[in-house]
Each structure stands twice: as structure tokens, then as C-alpha cells.
């Protein structure tokens, strides 16, 4: 089960340390954070260290770090996420990185769930460059799946090692006590995905997710030790 790293969100330092450890990186490109510097920075580590390196757009909000879901009509939206992609890009041609997945941040990740426009919006983009695109691992997602196949979009389910869930499979939002999980919580919740196919909710209720790919966040606090841990319980 491939380990990856959402990365490129303004600490280089986190970039530098978890690159050994992780098999993709998701990489902010200017919608949440991120821009031409630390794409070129983060795509030389990835390049250095045999890392797949992925684009990570977000809904065009700095201010809030794409965690809020904006009221923009989809042709907005749509032109913004065309932006942040064609910089990824253009930066993976200049230092030879090949593009690997598409990851939406966020609210944006989570709205896709929500509102077929807006997952819609990000499988036309993921067919037009031919990329697969990264969601999250959740029951309800039938219909999502089938447009994405009718579309030729390969879909790379993801859950997370350091975020406590909801009985409904969402994420328990990073404000609650416990959202999010000490380095052995996580370890033992990355086992039971790929042991089990599953995962304990906060509130117990076992909840039966197939993953393809397991997430640290960059900007948890104990992202490093948590990356570290991961990585050994797989070597």
C-alpha cells in the first residue's frame, strides 16, 4: 500500500525530512499554497528520491488554506484549477519530473463527495491530461466511480493514518479533540487498512474501506515520526 505526503504548503524543512519514506507526494500549486519556487524545490526531491510527484489543487483560497468551501459558480472554479495544473506542470517539464495523480485539497476533496458538479469538474480535468485523480475511500461514491470510468479517469482511493473518522466515513474536523492521531494511533490504523480493509470510527463503529494509498499530512505535527513508522511497517 503506497504511502503519500500532501507537500509544497510552506515548510521545506517537512519536504526535505519525510521524502525517504513516502512513495507519492501531492504538491500545493498556488491555490492553497504553493508556487513556481516550491514546486521546482519539491519536485527535485521528489526526482532525487524516486518519489511520484502529483499536483494538489485547492479552491483559490490562500487566506483560508483551501479549508473552507467557496460559493463559486463551476466555470470559476474550473478556470482556477486549469491554472493551478498548467504550473504543475510546466515546472514538471522544466526538471524532467513526470506528472503522476491529480489531489484535491481540502474542501475541495471533500466537496466531491458533496456536489457531482464539482467532482465532475475534476474528472473533466483528469481525463483531458490523462492523469489518474486521487479520492477519498468512501462507501458512497458509486455514481462518482461510474463517470469516472465513463470518462477513462483511473480513480486512486486514499484514507489516512492520522485522522480520526466519522461513523458516515468522512473526517472528524481538525477543530474536535482527537481529530487528529499520536504516531501510534496512526500506525495501528494504517495496519488495520491494510490488514483488515477497514478502520475503527471514533465512536467504534467498524467501517470497511478499500484504500490504494494511505496519507500523512505534511503539516501534521507529527507528520515525520508518523511517515517513519509507516514506512518500517512496510520493510
Not at 519536504?15 to 524545490?41: E, F, K, Q, T, W
Not at 468551501?69 to 491554472?83: G, M, N, Y
Not at 503539516?219 to 514506512?231: R, T, V
Request: proline residues 5%; charged residues 25%.
Amino acid at each position: 500500500m503506497k504511502i503519500n505526503c500532501d507537500l509544497g504548503e510552506g515548510m521545506p524543512q517537512v519536504d526535505r525530512a519525510v521524502m525517504p519514506y513516502i512513495d507519492m507526494a501531492n504538491l500545493a500549486c498556488g491555490g492553497h499554497s504553493g508556487d513556481r519556487d516550491s514546486l521546482l524545490s519539491v519536485l527535485q526531491l521528489c526526482h532525487e528520491h524516486s518519489v511520484a510527484a502529483g499536483a494538489h489543487p485547492a479552491y483559490p483560497d490562500r487566506e483560508h488554506f483551501g479549508r473552507r468551501s467557496l460559493d463559486i459558480d463551476v466555470a470559476t472554479l474550473e478556470k482556477s484549477l486549469r491554472q493551478q495544473l498548467q504550473l504543475f506542470l510546466q515546472c514538471c517539464q522544466e526538471t524532467g519530473v513526470q506528472a503522476s495523480h491529480i489531489k484535491p485539497h481540502g474542501a475541495l476533496y471533500h466537496d466531491c463527495r458533496r456536489d457531482r458538479r464539482i467532482a465532475n469538474c475534476l474528472l473533466r480535468l483528469a481525463a483531458e491530461l490523462k492523469l489518474p485523480l486521487i479520492l477519498q475511500a468512501a462507501p458512497d461514491y458509486p455514481e462518482l466511480l461510474d463517470d469516472a470510468a465513463e470518462n477513462g479517469v483511473e480513480i486512486s482511493r486514499e484514507a489516512f493514518a492520522d485522522r480520526a473518522y466519522a461513523d458516515d466515513g468522512s473526517l472528524i474536523p481538525r477543530a474536535e479533540l482527537g481529530a487528529l492521531l499520536e504516531p501510534q494511533a496512526a500506525l495501528a490504523q494504517f495496519i488495520d487498512l491494510r490488514d483488515k480493509g477497514g478502520l475503527n470510527s471514533r465512536e467504534g463503529r467498524w467501517l470497511k474501506l478499500r484504500a490504494d494509498t494511505i496519507c500523512v499530512h505534511g503539516d501534521s505535527p507529527d507528520a515525520l515520526k508518523i511517515a517513519e513508522l509507516l514506512h518500517g511497517a512496510r520493510h
